[in-house]
């Protein structure tokens, strides 16, 4: 696009697998398209602050394969104020910045979209969250990982709940959605998912329990995606306990491990496309914009739509899981 030397990349929320991948091909691809680029340390935090370095080819060497973010990651309240963003446009410009690429959830996405429209800056997103929880896009940079991560954790659990012949509720993430509760159940032949966007009784859950029991292997597991209103797993939990005293239930929750590890080849891959791509979207003139996938092809997608969280859970993925548990 014209007018464009420069590009400021950072990493912001809650870091995901694939991220680094994802800085990666942003800043190969632009060099390779002939900009110049800047990293932009902590998000829009180090922006704020004018926490900003040069950054060469050399720059990304050796990271497509690790997890966390190089550029640190950081949800800023700074940048929540007029006055931040008055410091953050004011760093950018001094630093020669043009555009920014962003990398992160709702949450960076939402901030990216206020700061585009206040100061007529040219931005691109990727989605870089584990929770999958972006409208647009199939999938969100860490996704997969996060789900192999739980999947393996489950698979272990299963060995210990299958031993003792016990009921355990796994707690994962996903903020406030349910996909990786939804998909790691299936993924796990867990008896059960607990999902934000389901209501769930007790005695509704106690029938779905007592599928698993009902089957030879005596264990059962249910996956709860975290629910701050509802009090997630150890709330679920306490609550059966009471009213089902005869089963021997646990508690486990996944917590931040699922948010490290390498990333997976589909994260790699997804991170790597989605990389280059927000370069062809500003050589395309293409702002404020969140980089997705639909059916395997790049899409463009506005940010009022991404952080819309549209998607709808796939109710026959529901159902799935109650079939295959009985
Ligand atoms: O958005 C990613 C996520 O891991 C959510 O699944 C979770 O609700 C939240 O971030 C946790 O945030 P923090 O790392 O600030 O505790």
Known sequence: MAGIKSIGILTSGGDAPGMNAAIR???????????????????????????????????????????GTILKTARSEEFKTVEGRK????????????ALVVIGGDGSLT????????????????????????????????????????????????????SHERLFFVEVMGHTAGYLALNSAIATGSEAAIIPEMETEVDQLAELINHGFRKSKNSAIVI????????????????????????DARVTILGHIQRGGSPTAVDRILASRMG??????????????????????????????????????????????KILSI
């Open 276 to 321: 280059e791509a927000a370069i062809e979207a500003i050589l395309d003139g293409q702002r404020n914009v969140m980089i997705g996938t639909m059916n395997g092809k790049i899409v463009y997608v506005p940010f009022a739509k991404a952080i819309k969280h549209d998607k709808g859970i796939d109710r026959g993925a529901l159902e799935l899981v």
């Open 25 to 67: 091909a942003v800043t190969r691809s632009a060099i390779y398209n002939g900009f110049t680029v800047k990293g932009i340390m902590r998000g829009f935090k180090g922006l704020v602050f004018n926490e900003i370095v040069e950054f060469k080819s050399q720059s990304v060497s050796n990271i497509i394969q690790l997890g």
């Open 224 to 247: 709860v995606a975290e629910n701050p209103k509802t009090g997630g797993a150890t709330a679920l939990a306490e609550r059966v306990k009471k009213e089902f005293p005869q089963y």
């Open 111 to 162: 901030g990216a979209g206020l700061f585009a429209e206040e100061y007529n800056v040219p931005i691109v997103g990727l989605p870089g969250t584990i929770d999958n929880d972006l409208g647009g896009t199939d999938s969100t940079i860490g996704y997969d990982t996060a789900l192999n991560t739980i999947m393996e954790s489950v698979d272990k659990l299963r060995d210990t709940a299958s």
């Open 87 to 98: 410091a953050a446009y004011d760093n950018m410009v001094a630093a020669g910045i043009d």
